[in-house]
């Protein structure tokens, strides 16, 4: 039983190139939770999402930054026009249901040059 | 004040010691998490509790809703419980939207 895959593990992009990040939960998880931790800093929350729907992205920048999880394949968090300040570590992590314990993924180390 | 409070920020230790890890909360929660990050980055869920104690090998995890603070406790430290250790709160908002401590960054010297 595969747990949370993300990719890829490392991106690199030039400003104002567009990112995205890629999760796929564990087996039998339909709901999706992106954090981000940036350098030196604790992780935050961005966006809950289960199938087809985003239930809670209050964590997520207003412009530039979107979430999906269709109903086939991963959960994509993209950014476009990336700045400096993406630079971080995306880290996705999938529950069975809510309020149950979370299983996180690798993460995606986003670097923009 | 951050609504979620680790000490110490850093803890160096030598092998076989009793390690505790605390987290003060200052907000109302459903429930608690006790994360572990290793070095090359990956998180994993150590305990989620809302009440009382729980354990898992040599790890102890307690919690004072009243107090409005948790304990984590390792048992015989190893070399290999070197990592970062994250207390995060649900604050019962629904969607996991987990308020994150600093984290605890321990070191265990052979």
């Known amino acids: 039983n595969a747990g949370v895959m993300q990719n890829p593990r490392h991106l690199v992009r030039r400003r104002g190139q567009e990112a995205r990040l890629r999760c796929s939960p564990m087996?039998?998880?339909?709901?999706v939770y992106w954090y981000r931790q940036l350098p030196e800093e604790g992780l935050k929350f961005m966006v809950y999402?289960?199938?087809?729907?985003?239930?809670?992205e209050s964590g997520m920048p207003k412009e530039r930054f979107s979430a999906e999880f269709p109903k086939e394949g991963p959960s994509i968090l993209r950014i476009q026009q990336v700045v400096r300040g993406d630079s971080a570590a995306y880290f996705c992590?999938?529950?069975?249901?809510?309020?149950?314990?979370?299983?996180f993924g690798s993460g995606t180390q986003l670097s923009v040059l | 004040k951050n609504e979620v409070e680790q000490s110490p920020q850093n803890l160096t230790a030598q092998e076989g010691e009793f390690i505790t890890i605390n987290c003060s909360y200052s907000?109302?929660?459903?429930?608690l998490h006790w994360l572990q990050q290793h070095p090359g980055g990956g998180i994993v869920s150590l305990f989620m509790?809302?009440?009382g104690k729980k354990k898992h090998g040599r790890l102890i995890a307690t919690i004072n809703i009243q107090e409005k603070h948790s304990s984590l406790h390792i048992t015989a430290s190893h070399p290999r419980d070197s990592a970062v250790y994250i207390c995060?709160?649900?604050?019962?908002?629904?969607?996991?939207?987990?308020?994150f401590g600093q984290g605890t960054r321990l070191t265990i010297n052979p």
């Open positions: 992590a999938s529950s069975r249901l809510q309020g149950e314990k979370l299983f």
């Open positions: 907000v109302g929660i459903s429930a």
């Open positions: 087996k039998g998880h339909s709901h």
């Open positions: 509790l809302s009440s």
């Open positions: 995060a709160v649900d604050r019962g908002e629904g969607a996991q939207k987990l308020v």
């Open positions: 999402l289960q199938k087809e729907n985003i239930i809670d």
